[in-house]
């Protein structure tokens, strides 16, 4: 039988490499078998294709409106609000006396390049750091409460989309009913596979193939290219 806890991540590449072996490691033991092996083999990469079709359309989250365009429709992406925001921010920090220690704290050790790469999440903390920064340096900032304001809005403005993205994470770890139906088909039909296999190895004495077939076997994982578990 099939490892009940094989990783879903890894089903589709134990499914190819089980295909390629049977072709190539038993298929030339006993031509007698010839039709039931190609046919067990045919179905294992049915039930591959399905299950990667399942996980794709599970997992296939639509990116969000601000998170793929700068403006359209009156609507304004956040990130790229953000990071121009904070681009500004160091710029001017910077022009001012002894302005280049301040940057340097607003960036928080990061250069500005890396900061303005800032997904989400990392560039909402940004801002909130800025903030803190800014509050602490008033003094070399006559427009600090613009920029408090304006950075506040900015990072206020970044939640939605961190949310979402959170919840698509989310989805993608959640197996569903469909990806489930798939899974449990692919595993009886690697089990059948196994069983044929086995059969005709086993016939002939060569049933020493087997971890060189099945990833999931006793030092199958090293053959398939698989980390062990």
């Known amino acids: 039988m099939p490892d009940p806890y094989i990783y879903q991540r890894d089903i589709q ?3 190819r490499f089980t295909a390629s072996q049977i072709q190539k490691l038993v298929l030339p033991v006993d031509a007698g078998f010839g039709t039931a092996l190609r046919t067990v083999t045919a179905r294992l990469d049915a039930a591959t294709e399905a299950l990667r079709k399942a996980t794709l359309s599970a997992t296939a989250a639509p990116v969000p409106p601000s998170a793929s365009r700068g403006s359209r429709g009156g609507r304004t992406n ?3 609000v953000g990071r121009g925001l904070l681009r500004r921010l160091v710029e001017d920090a910077a022009s001012r006396p002894n302005g280049v220690a301040l940057a340097r704290e ?14 989400p999440a990392a560039l909402a903390a940004a801002l909130t ?3 803190e920064v ?12 613009a920029w408090t304001a304006d950075l506040e809005r900015s990072r206020d403005a970044l939640d939605p989309l961190i949310r979402s993205v959170r919840k698509t994470r989310l989805a993608r770890r959640t197996m569903t009913p469909a990806m489930k139906a798939a899974r449990d088909e692919w595993l009886t039909t ?13 016939l002939h004495g060569k049933t020493s193939l087997m971890p060189e077939i099945f990833g999931d076997l006793p030092g199958g994982h090293a053959a398939a290219g698989l980390a062990t578990p």
């Not at 044929?196 to 086993?202: D, F, G, M, P």
């Open 78 to 80: 956040p990130v790229v």
């Open 190 to 202: 690697y089990g059948a596979a196994k069983l044929l296999v086995e059969c005709v190895l086993r």
């Open 129 to 131: 750091r800025a903030i």
């Open 13 to 15: 590449t134990y499914g």
């Open 134 to 145: 800014v509050e602490r340096h008033k003094g070399q900032l006559p427009e600090h409460e």
């Open 106 to 119: 607003i960036l928080q050790g990061q250069t500005l390049a890396t900061a303005l790469r800032l997904r």
